[in-house]
């Protein structure tokens, strides 16, 4: 099946580390997105490209990075983690073609940050 | 400053009851308002969306009312069961192709048998 895949899953991380998350798919979709959800905050936009060569800022961007590597993947980087950080993290994809821009979600990347 | 405001935070019903959740949104430019549901452990999913050219759609069980002037919109779940225990996300999308969603706080919805 067609999905939408990230790992790991589960994080536990030190404030000043370096850490990488990623996201596939294979859906075959031109849009991605990674968000984070906080309890009573909701799901909060980090950043998101609608293709390799476009990328752009969310609401909340400061202390991430992303980078495009291809169609299929799309990565989140916390440069130096710090404990605010901790939260749970969706990558999500969509296809231009879709009616309603439908966006497609993994299964989350839950991030602890001591 | 957030653009969808979401009320009540956590909702408990009863069995065969009917859930309703709010939305209110201030920017003028949105016009595509979907309806997200998450279950514990799993990704968020799309469950239902309306433009505003109408006032309510339905879905089975499932029907957003659109109250342009107000610029609200809610989620009614008609005979709840303990299956749509979840997270409800209402969204608000403004922009040609729809390109990117601003998420309400959610609303986390218990159905007691």
């Known amino acids: 099946d067609a999905d939408v895949t990230q790992t790991p899953r589960n994080r536990i991380t030190k404030t000043g580390k370096r850490i990488m998350l990623e996201c596939s798919q294979t859906k075959g979709h031109d849009r991605m997105y990674w968000y984070r959800q906080d309890p009573g905050l909701g799901l909060r936009l980090i950043y998101y490209?609608?293709?390799?060569?476009?990328?752009n800022k969310g609401e909340i961007s400061d202390g991430y990075s992303v980078s495009r590597q291809a169609q299929a993947k799309f990565s989140l980087s916390l440069e130096s983690a710090i404990p605010n950080q901790t939260a749970l993290y969706f990558c999500a994809t969509s296809d231009f073609r879709g009616s309603y821009n439908e966006q497609f979600f993994g299964p989350g990347t839950r991030l602890t940050v001591l | 400053q957030q653009q969808v405001k979401q009320s009540p935070q956590s909702l408990i019903v009863q069995k065969g009851g009917i859930s309703i959740i709010n939305c209110a949104y201030e920017?003028?430019?949105?016009?595509?308002f979907p309806w997200y549901q998450q279950f514990p452990g799993k990704g968020p999913a799309l469950l239902i969306a309306?433009?505003?050219?109408?006032s309510e759609k339905k879905e089975g069980r499932f029907t957003i009312s659109f109250n342009k002037s107000a610029k609200q919109f809610s989620l009614h779940i008609m005979d709840s069961q303990p299956g749509d225990s979840a997270t409800y996300f209402c969204a608000a999308g403004a922009g040609g192709g729809y390109q990117k969603v601003t998420f309400g706080t959610g609303t986390k919805l218990q159905v007691i048998p």
């Open positions: 309306i433009r505003p050219d109408v």
């Open positions: 490209s609608f293709d390799v060569k476009d990328i």
């Open positions: 920017n003028t430019a949105f016009d595509y």
